[in-house]
């Protein structure tokens, strides 16, 4: 089991990194006035998408397989507030990729204040799911 901890640790920290640096391209793209650089920042955009879509599935695999292998905080508060927190991110994943597809499709109206806020989210949920993990107050 700690082989399968390994890896969904390391594909969370993976996911993660997208999860940070996808909302920071979206606030570029919001700012590009010149064609060329939001070409250039949508295909950016899009690989980085594409990238972080099996490092979410597979973080949720492992996470998936702890929680069956350990039975870890079943009936605990702590367990569900930290599955709560991991379907917010699933959530906030797929906003990612309606707001590329925006982008792509030129019909953003966010500004790039809007995506500065955005790309806080996944520090807080990922607070969350480490307090849970770490401090299990409930």
Not at 5 to 19: C, D, E, N, Q
Not at 50 to 61: C, E, G, H, I, K
Not at 63 to 73: D, F, H, I, S, T
């Amino acid at each position: 089991m700690l082989w399968i901890k390994t890896l969904h640790i390391l594909f969370v920290t993976s996911w993660f990194a997208g999860l940070f640096y996808l909302p920071r391209i979206y606030v570029n793209l919001a700012q590009a006035q010149d064609a060329a650089v939001h070409a250039w920042l949508l295909g950016m955009a899009r690989r980085l998408y594409r990238f972080m879509a099996p490092l979410a599935v597979l973080s949720v695999v492992f996470g998936l397989w702890l929680y069956l292998g350990y039975g870890l905080g079943r009936g605990q508060a702590w367990m569900h507030v930290k599955l709560v927190a991991v379907g917010l991110l699933i959530i906030y994943h797929l906003a990612c990729g309606r707001i590329l597809q925006a982008f792509a499709q030129g019909r953003n109206i966010r500004s790039h204040r809007y995506y500065r806020w955005f790309n806080e989210i996944p520090v807080i949920l990922l607070l969350v799911v480490i307090a849970m993990v770490v401090v299990r107050p409930f």
